[in-house]
């Protein structure tokens, strides 16, 4: 049992490596620009004008701009919405670049991908530690009474948003009591923001967790040999929100992903 879980780890830690280092994943981010800071709509090293008009973006650009749309030069104005898949599928191109429409709390923004990307080009690998059973424990999912709630917290671009949560997840390790505030994903699975005594120091500043979803009893696996490093572990232009209140655990977890090579 142990050999097989160490080997899947192993087939999960190559897959995540390759995730992250894929064209348009998260090590080709070169820019995060919302739109607010540009009220001339002129973003830095991007042809055309991006404007927010309600609920979508307004690109107002022509086939001299070198962009695409949906494949195709743009003639015009062309009204976008937030795309919701992959930088890869993205509607808007400039060469190999995907430019990605995004929207938080109302705000919207357009992201820059672009696989020849520094960080991409001198990536050596994730640092984690390799597969150890003790970290490996069953989890207990507790919703909230009241339903999901949000709480404000800081964001690593520096700004504060808030994070919304969908309950507690508890688990014991080496017989001592740990709890995590939780995400609920459209699919049920749980997604985790913490710190830990590692934290800052032998990892990056704050990890993630994604338990799958728990079972009818609340039962899942929390399984600390996959915490993951956030998106802006591999680019500064990510808005990872840091840990809420509560979940730094009191423990220095020796597990999962730690740092770039």
Known sequence: MTKDASDEWKRWHERRTATVSAPYGPLALTGTHWLEDHPAGRLPDIPGRWTADGDGVLLTATAADGLTVDGRPPA?????????????????????RRLVVLVREGLWGVRDFDPNAGPRRAFRGIAATPYDPRWSVPGR??????GRRSVRVPNADGRERGLALGGELAFTLDGREHTLQVSVEDDGSLWAVFADGTSGSTSYRFRFLRPAAPDAEGLTTVDLNRALLPPCAFADHFVCPF?????????RVEAGERELR
């Open 243 to 251: 840990p809420p209140p509560g979940n730094t655990l009191g423990i």
């Open 76 to 96: 015009g104005r062309v009204r976008l919405a937030a795309d919701p898949g992959p930088a890869e599928e993205a509607r808007v191109a400039l060469g190999e």
């Open 141 to 146: 999912f507790t919703p909230y009474a009241t």
